[in-house]
């Protein structure tokens, strides 16, 4: 998704859902409300977008809403163009001619176009697997893949339900570290957590202590980028760290890239930054409130890449290079890929839809420097050239 874009930024003109989406939510409100009560009157933000996005049946991504594409709330780079996976399909090519073993995994695989698009680039591939944490997406993908990919290709698709033993290949997560529950902080004399507590039926804000973990992130994060002004309110991703020990005890050799759009710390944590980097999606239009609705509208936070990093290097990882979106695409052939449809394409729509793609992946002010790719390697040696800063941006 492209969370700068969106002309609603207040949330003010958001189109009023439908009665069934309405109640849909009352539903989720409702279990909300009980998570609440039971843990004595609030919830920490990270437990509240665990139930709003995840909650079986009920949350954004486990419920049976379009989410993804025109008909629903964002776009992702591998729906907006194949170009994308053509681009990935090519540093992949290269790392499997480096001696990494063909066989990719996926978390979040969204609709599966990511996993059609690499599957018809790579036929070597040997196995393509996809860890989903919503069911319903899950089954979106299955049904899709099945539809759209050779039978031979759909063989070695297989949908993990927790990760694989000594997984030795490549490692894709697009826009999944995005959508991973944060915690929300903010400082004021002192830092305060806000957790959600329910009124009269109406979900709102209430101050908690923050608890060791995040106390312990604010303190890095404050000796690494400087103290911040109040009043400074951020989130911090406490799943960070435990996703990357169980990646890493996952995997005997691997080759990782995290696409998502985040800044670097000191970005992140920039003093003007001080309203934070949630961003809420609905039909297309970006607003920031992230009690508004649960369960109809996507939430998400930018990626801190070095928080990524640190705690990747931790798990043994080796860091092997942050760009931008912009440069890892035009390294890895975008502009070739492109000629290379544009040449195939008959209709003349079609073509200025291909130089529309280009410039939606690569221009500052769409996807292009926004989104970052992190490569991290574990127990290979492997050159990636397109992951290399040029210049002073990357
Ligand atoms: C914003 S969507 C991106 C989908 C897809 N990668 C794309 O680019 O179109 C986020 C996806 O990540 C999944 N997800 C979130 N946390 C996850 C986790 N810890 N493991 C696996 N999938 C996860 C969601 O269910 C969803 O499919």
Redesign the pocket.
């Known amino acids: 998704?492209n969370p700068a874009r969106g002309d609603d930024p207040g949330g003010a003109a958001l189109p009023p859902p439908e009665p069934a989406a309405i109640e849909h939510s009352e539903r989720l409100r409702r279990r909300i409300g009980e998570a609440i009560d039971a843990a004595g009157g609030v919830i920490r933000f990270d437990r509240y977008l665990q139930m709003a996005l995840?909650e079986p049946g009920l949350g954004y991504?486990s419920a049976g809403l379009a989410?993804?594409g025109a008909a629903g709330d964002?776009v992702?780079?591998?729906?907006i163009s194949p170009l994308f996976g053509d681009c990935l399909a090519r540093q992949l090519d290269d790392l499997i001619a480096q001696g990494c073993a063909p066989q990719v995994l996926?978390?979040?695989?969204?609709?599966g176009?990511?996993c059609a698009q690499l599957l018809a680039a790579l036929p070597m591939l040997e196995r393509y697997l996809i860890?989903?944490?919503?069911a319903d997406?899950r089954a979106r993908q299955q049904a899709q893949l099945r539809a759209t990919l050779d039978a031979d290709a759909f063989a070695r698709v297989e949908w993990l339900d927790r990760l694989p033993d000594g997984f030795d290949g490549l490692v894709v997560?697009?826009?999944?570290l995005?959508?991973?529950p944060v915690r929300l902080a903010e400082k004021q004399d002192a830092w305060l957590e806000l957790g959600v507590a329910c009124r009269d039926g109406e979900l709102g804000w209430q101050a908690v202590a923050p608890d060791a973990p995040l106390d312990a992130a604010i303190g890095s994060v404050e000796r690494a980028a400087g103290e911040l002004p109040a009043p400074y309110r951020t989130e911090f991703n406490l799943?960070l760290a435990p996703?990357l020990r169980a990646l890493a005890d996952a995997c005997r050799r691997a080759v990782v890239l995290i696409v998502d759009y985040g800044y670097e710390r000191a970005e992140y944590y920039d003093p003007a930054r001080h309203r934070g980097t949630l961003v809420c999606h609905y039909r297309h239009r970006v607003h920031d409130d992230p009690l508004w609705y649960p369960g109809l509208q996507?939430i998400?936070a930018f990626v801190d890449f070095d928080a990524v990093a640190d705690a990747a290097e931790d798990c043994g990882f080796t860091p092997i290079g942050l760009v931008t979106q912009a440069r890892f695409l035009l390294a890895n052939g975008l502009l070739e890929a492109a000629a290379r449809r544009h040449a195939g394409a008959a209709a003349t729509r079609a073509r200025v839809e291909l130089a529309q793609q280009v410039k939606t992946l690569t221009l500052p002010q769409e996807m292009g420097e926004k989104f970052k790719v992190l490569g991290l390697a574990l127990g290979v040696d492997v050159g990636v050239p397109a992951l290399a800063r040029v210049g002073r941006d990357g």
Not at 173 to 176: K, M, Q, R, T
């Open positions: 998704m995840y991504y989410k993804l964002f992702t780079a591998p729906e996926e978390f979040g695989a969204g609709s176009a990511l860890l989903e944490v919503s997406l997560a697009n826009e999944v995005d959508a991973m799943n996703w996507d998400s």
